[in-house]
């Protein structure tokens, strides 16, 4: 008897090992060229494996950026913000539907009890009288579980997997672009901050001009032209604080959504020098990296899902065996239904051959165009990548130059400054060359904090289209 339910034990294992009539899974041929364009506006490109630089694919995001106070605040953002927990509870969601799918493998045991009472008329009865009759009985079994012979239900167990696995690459993409939203959204708040302080600066040296060039208006020295125009500045550099205070309240509010709740003060940047510039990285010499990105890793799992599904559609043209089989005791009183001789048995195997169903081709056929848009997806994310891979270098390659033409003339201008307003104060020259000059310089002043926030963002960006530290 041990014996037997061995075999029977190892016939099940074989019959659900089954095959699958899924196709071989090629993974399709880059869409983009191997290297990195090269290009008069990418001049980076051409020295990408410059030892000075990191590769992007090694550093984790806490090396990558290196400020404390970010990192605190990102930290905050991976466990309060909304979206990315709405990622992650779709991976746990995924993980049960395969869970689910995994389980169509086993039988579905069921215990059953059941009671049942007929009366048959005489000119239906074997004896020819009327009569009433009782049956109980109490069971154990199996329902209609299907043997993967072909590998259906393998095939559906492989597309869940994928999908799974899908959706845990969109929570990796959401996490890092969680991590760059937030450092991006930080870094605007210390420049619009640093912005604010220069539109203070500069209206606490308008305010003492004013001042000055009022003194000489009341001594005859000044025209009043000269008195109206350093008012106008005086009024510009306040609109331009009432301007900034607003821009950094609503950085903040800004900062405080993808945290997820507010972020205390000292955790705030309070301008841009004080931040922390991220590391220098390098994107590599081969594009073959962008393969790793999580949403270029998701559509995989979504292609590879498409041909699993394939397989599923082509198992429904052959034979399905199901068995039904179920062991336990009857009898026709309640009270006999546990003594001995009441067992009852009974075996159900069952196959369906498929003749005709005009609907299994075309399912066939939805599966084999889900297989090709799945294609084309995947082609496409690595081409999108690429170009954002390609954009961010190509700007990395001149921020430095445009950061190093600011930093000369935003040098040129103060000492341009510098000298119309002493050329004024001695009688030389008139209040509007230095109305112009000052004008010019704060103009420069802001642009050099627009273009180190570029640098940041440019930085960010470029670890973000990398798929950032690609360690799972």
Not at 326 to 343: I, M, Q, R
Not at 412 to 435: F, H, M, P
Not at 442 to 452: C, D, E, P, T
Request: hydrophobic share 45%; proline share 4%; net charge neutral.
């Amino acid at each position: 008897m041990k014996r037997h339910a061995f075999l029977l034990s190892v016939a099940m294992i074989f019959l659900t090992a089954g095959c699958t009539l899924a196709p071989k899974y090629n993974r399709p041929e880059s869409p983009v060229p191997p290297k990195w364009p090269v290009s008069s506006a990418n001049i980076y490109a051409e020295n990408a494996a410059d030892e000075t630089a990191a590769l992007a694919s090694s550093l984790d995001w806490r090396e990558f950026m290196p400020d404390e106070k970010l990192q605190k605040v990102i930290e905050t953002a991976f466990n309060n913000n909304r979206d990315l927990r709405v990622a992650v509870l779709n991976v746990e969601r995924a993980k049960a539907y395969y869970g689910i799918q995994r389980a169509e493998f086993l039988p579905s045991v069921n215990a059953v009890g059941s009671w049942a009472k007929q009366h048959v008329p005489a000119d239906l009865s074997s004896t020819g009288s009327s009569m009433t009759t009782e049956r109980y009985d109490v069971n154990l079994g199996i329902a209609a579980w299907e043997i993967d012979l072909f590998g259906r239900i393998r095939s559906l167990k492989d597309r869940a997997l994928e999908e799974y696995l899908a959706t845990d690459e969109a929570r990796r993409s959401a996490k890092l672009a969680l991590v760059s939203a937030v450092a991006q959204a930080y870094a605007a708040l210390a420049a619009d901050r640093e912005a604010l302080q220069v539109a203070a600066s500069t209206l606490r040296t308008q305010e003492a001009l004013y001042d000055l060039i009022k003194k000489r208006y009341d001594a005859g020295i000044a025209s009043e032209i000269d008195l109206k125009r350093a008012q106008s500045q005086v009024d510009t550099a306040r609109g331009d604080i009432a301007r900034y205070t607003q821009v950094v309240a609503q950085d903040e509010n800004a900062l405080n959504l993808l945290a997820g709740s507010p972020l205390p003060a000292e955790l705030l940047p309070q301008n841009l020098s004080g931040l922390a510039m991220p590391k220098d990285i390098s994107a590599g010499l081969s594009s073959e990296i962008l393969l790793q990105r999580p949403d270029v890793l998701a559509a995989e799992h979504q292609l590879k899902a498409a041909y699993a599904n394939i397989g599923a559609a082509r198992a429904a043209f052959f034979p399905r065996i199901a068995l039904t089989t179920y062991a336990g005791t009857a009898s026709a009183e309640l009270s006999s239904l546990f003594k001995s001789g009441s067992g009852a048995w009974s075996f159900a195997p069952q196959i369906v051959m498929p003749i005709f169903d005009a609907r299994t081709w075309s399912a066939y056929q939805v599966t084999k165009v889900e297989r090709e848009i799945a294609v084309a997806q995947y082609e496409k994310a690595i081409q999108s990548a690429f170009r954002e891979v390609a954009d961010a270098l190509a700007e990395k390659s001149m921020v430095g130059q445009r950061l190093a033409a600011q930093q000369s003339l935003l040098d040129a201008l103060a000492e341009t400054y510098r000298l119309a307003e002493l050329r004024y104060t001695k009688g030389i020259d008139s209040y509007l060359s230095v109305l112009d000059a000052q004008r010019t310089l704060y103009g420069a002043q802001q642009g050099y904090i627009m273009l180190r926030l570029a640098r940041i963002n440019n930085l960010v960006t470029l670890y973000k289209s990398l798929g950032g530290g690609q360690n799972p």
